[in-house]
């Protein structure tokens, strides 16, 4: 049986819809750089304006997360350094809690344990975004931005090891991840 006419367009138009939306990809992106190039210095820890171990976090946005979102989590790590000669990257950014209607975090997140969406947060540095830094003696790192959409909040409260807080929201997270993406900055130091 062949649809034709006004009825086929609709049903087919209908069709065409849901396979577009759901192949359309959760993407992130970080404001004022392109993925794999260089963060500019006013994101980090070198920024005039920078508390030490400081800076100030850039925005974050995503779309197209997935249906049964309930909450967020944003991780930011130092692919290219090993906090206490562990082989678990450096803690630049760990935000949980982010509520699920959210698209993004804008630029400057405050400190404190607790941000205004009533997400969590810590870093290297405390409960605040930890802006890249490596040597300008070394080549640039690698700092990866990733984004996980969830269908849970987590009962996870910050302590005083960024490494095991980081750790508990990972483990906590298994088997509820609906999505994932990630970007990527460079970043050294001017000379």
Request: glycine share 10%; aromatic share 8%; net charge negative.
């Amino acid at each position: 049986m062949k649809l034709t006419g006004v009825i086929g367009s609709v049903l087919f138009s209908v069709v065409l819809g849901i396979t577009q939306a759901q192949a359309q990809n959760f993407v992130l992106t970080v404001d004022g750089f392109a993925d794999g190039e260089d963060i500019p210095v006013r994101f980090s820890q070198a920024a005039a304006d920078a508390a030490p171990g400081g800076g100030t976090s850039p925005e974050l946005s995503w779309e197209n997360a997935p249906q049964g979102t309930r909450s967020f989590v944003v991780n930011m790590a130092d692919l290219d350094f090993a906090p206490n000669q562990g082989a678990r990257p450096q803690v630049h950014w760990v935000v949980w809690n982010i509520p699920g209607d959210a698209t993004g975090l804008s630029e400057g997140q405050p400190e404190g344990a607790t941000l205004p969406n009533g997400a969590h947060q810590i870093s290297a540095t405390g409960q605040v975004y930890r802006g890249p830094g490596a040597p300008a003696s070394r080549p640039r790192h690698h700092y990866l931005f990733e984004v996980y959409a969830l269908d849970t909040t987590l009962d996870v409260m910050p302590n005083s090891d960024e490494l095991s807080t980081r750790d508990a929201v990972m483990a906590a997270m298994e088997g509820h991840v609906l999505g994932k993406s990630v970007y990527v900055g460079r970043f050294h130091r001017p000379q």
